[in-house]
């Protein structure tokens, strides 16, 4: 195919369309420069799904057909261009539901076509951390770490481009196990938001629910056992009243959160950082938000943490890294498929069908 020769593109004032489809929300937006946000459409399907209690794949796939060309549409007209300044369309191309991404990796296929200019294949927790270069300055090298729905890991971050895994759950991400406690409580669907707000009128020290690997040297994590003491615990403590509840909610929230905390500075200490960037949909969590601040600043470290709404899925960041690979020279073929895991080795490499021109 002839794509547009990316070293004839204006370097300093790229425009790219991003689009983002791994899981239950439908995103487009256009980034200048991997940094300035001119739109940022987001269509969430939450209500759909909240129905079966989680995120039903198929359901999930069907909408996301129906709705990707107006959230396109909508994302040029609000950035107020057309399609021809575009200069590149980047996408997400996993990890994530492969039907799902499916939708947003043709779209974005068929637009890179259509306009003959290049395709960006991206990693969508690698953009989670890109999030933060949309509204501050980090000085390189970071630790970052990405709290979602389906992840918790721990990244040293040497440059735009460059991420090294340091460590992840070896069961449950941290937003499932928000999510799979809240639906052991009765609590609707997304439950991480409904346990952090019962959890701001409760006690996190009225039931010492375990911190997993707390004490030992490793990066990785574990949420599956603490999110089963919560089962244990109705078990033993049934019917709970409204102020019970919102007890276990915060003791729960502060066993994540101190864990998620402790092996962030961890992993500071270790690598020498002067900055963590924490990103993902578990990064709004206003407790997470609160004690990360307090005990990272205690040791000198800055933390930065996304608005939240570039903290929950959005094509923003995606258009942020993509910005950042198209300017180091990297693109997809049009062959580039999805995936639905995150790499399974630690180390260097960013995998997918790039090609570095
Ligand atoms: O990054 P994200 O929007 O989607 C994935 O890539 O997974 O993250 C969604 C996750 C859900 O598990 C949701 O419960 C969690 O983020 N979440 C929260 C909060 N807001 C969203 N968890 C705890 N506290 C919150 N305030
Ligand atoms: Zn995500």
Redesign the pocket.
Known sequence: MNVKESSKIDRMSLTLLAIES????TSAAVVQDGTKVLSNVVASQIDIHKEYGGVVPEIASRMHVEVIMPVVDKAIKEANIEKENIDAVAVTHGP?LIGALMVGLSTAKAMAFGLNIPLIGVN?LEA?MSAVHLENNVEFPFVGLV?????TSLYLVKSYTDFELLGKTRDD????A??KA?KIMDLP?????E???LAKEGNRDAIPFPRPFMSTPTLDFSFSGVKTSVLYYLRKHPNPSLQELKDICASY?EAIVETLVSKTLMAAKENHVESVVI??????????RELSKEKLEQEGISVYIPS?KY???NAAMIGSLGGFMFQNGTTSELSLTPFSTSRPKYGRGRGGQAKTA
Do not use: W
């Open positions: 791994s899981c239950d929300e994530g969508h989670h709290v979602s729905g389906g992840h991400a941290a937003g499932e928000f999510d809240a669907y997304p439950g991480g938001v346990i952090d707000k929230q990103a993902g949909g578990v990064a709004c969590n206003s407790r997470l939240p903290c929950t899925d």
